[in-house]
């Protein structure tokens, strides 16, 4: 394990709150913070747009940043191509796919909304787009070889529920799909940096955000591309192109072809910082904290009285509901007596979180700083806000 104490002083927010929304976004560390403040204050300057020293540092920085990402995901930095988010990288793959009428798209009802809408939309388009139902939270292998078929393109699938916390077996979804001539997507939002990944390779593309489980700032986001000759280029701008005359152009090849205009500098540099602090602690001992995290809060909802739990035990994020009371209710309560921040509502996966209740669920998710004295508080604030006609 880790020295939690020390950990949470990189976090200052902590001590004004107990923070369990980590699913919607994690805090920010100081180190990544300083990190921008240092490109702001010392070297402020355009990406791959200049020869003056601020520009070279500016370049040189930023692409450290991408040299560190494909590190730690153990897969080629020049085929990581940075995106404001999640939802960026996998419409930059739906919209860069050369798309047939009668192609299929294979996804499921677990999906964030940031991973089935693009896919909805291409219904417009004349493409087929199948969705494996789930089963307490959890895709069968052998349903989705059953939706597969000569026609299927894609199958896009989440690696972790951001409503359950469940963790599909996305490598033999890889084969599954690669088995019958398809290529597979796999959004990794609440997945990488909370627990050890899949052999990435595997994946034709793989989407992730940087202000999750890596600790980055918001607006910053990835997309690992296998063959970047998959996808067609559907934005266009400056610093993309090789050559450029009236009459035609030449882009460049992966990842600046898909990099038009100035990027989130500060925020890429930021994530690099913060992706350092993650490798620091050890996925696998974030993993191993945040597993026991969430298993104390499963087990400590789960015996009281009037509560709902609708995540399997092992779950970091878990969805919950009090009899009785709404899930904004329950939330504003929570924070109201404890400072005590959770999500609630359909948390941009309507067709899963809608099937567990109409109103949607209050959701806790744990982060690498969470602690048991936050847990045991959380736990005696539910308690405390369970209607008097409930416990009865």
């Known amino acids: 394990m880790y020295d939690l104490a020390a950990l949470r002083e990189q976090f200052p927010v902590l001590s004004t709150c107990i923070y369990l929304d980590s699913a919607a976004t994690s805090q920010t560390p100081r180190c990544a913070v300083e990190a921008m403040n240092a490109y702001f204050f010392e070297y402020a300057a355009n990406h791959g747009r200049g020869a003056h020293r601020l520009a070279r540092r500016t370049t040189e920085e930023f692409e450290r940043t991408r040299a560190h990402l494909g590190a730690f995901l153990g897969v080629p930095a020049e085929n990581v191509v940075f995106t404001r988010n999640t939802t960026d990288a996998i419409n930059l793959v739906a919209r860069g796919i050369c798309w047939n009428e009668g192609d299929e798209v294979v996804t499921t009802d677990l999906e964030h909304h940031a991973n089935l809408l693009p896919w909805l939309a291409l219904r417009e388009r004349g493409v087929t787009v199948k969705i494996v139902s789930q089963r307490n939270g959890y895709i069968r292998e052998e349903d989705l070889q059953e939706a597969m078929g000569p026609a299927t393109r894609l ?84 610093g993309m192109v090789a050559d450029v005359t009236i009459d035609r152009f030449t882009l ?115 982060g ?15 308690e405390e806000i369970i209607p008097e006609k409930t416990k009865a």
């Open 368 to 382: 690498c700083y969470t602690t048991r004295e936050e847990v045991d508080t959380f736990l005696g604030t539910v």
């Open 155 to 238: 199958v896009a699938v989440n690696h972790m529920t951001n409503v359950l916390g469940t963790v599909l077996p996305v490598e033999e979804f890889a084969h599954i799909a690669h088995d019958t001539g398809a290529a597979i997507l796999v959004d990794a939002a609440q997945s990488v940096g909370h627990l050890p990944m899949p052999r990435n390779e595997l994946f034709d593309y793989l989407a992730l955000p940087g202000h999750k489980g890596l600790l980055g700032p918001q607006g910053t986001g990835a997309v690992y591309i296998s063959d970047p000759d998959t996808l067609a280029v559907t934005c266009y701008g400056g």
């Open 252 to 366: 460049l090849p992966c990842p600046a072809r898909f990099e038009p205009g100035t990027p989130n500098i500060p925020g890429v540099i930021g994530l690099g910082a913060a992706i350092g602090l993650v490798e620091e602690i050890g996925v696998d001992a974030i993993h191993r904290h945040e597993v026991s995290t969430g298993h104390r809060i499963h087990s400590g909802l789960s015996a009281i009285s009037g509560v709902t739990v609708y995540s399997p035990p092992g779950s970091t994020v878990i969805s919950f509901n009090i009899d009785g009371m709404g899930p904004d209710v329950a939330a504003l309560l929570l924070d109201h007596k404890a400072g005590i921040c959770v999500r609630s509502g359909m948390h941009c996966a309507q067709p899963l979180t809608q099937s567990l209740h109409p109103q949607g669920t209050v959701r806790a998710s744990v």
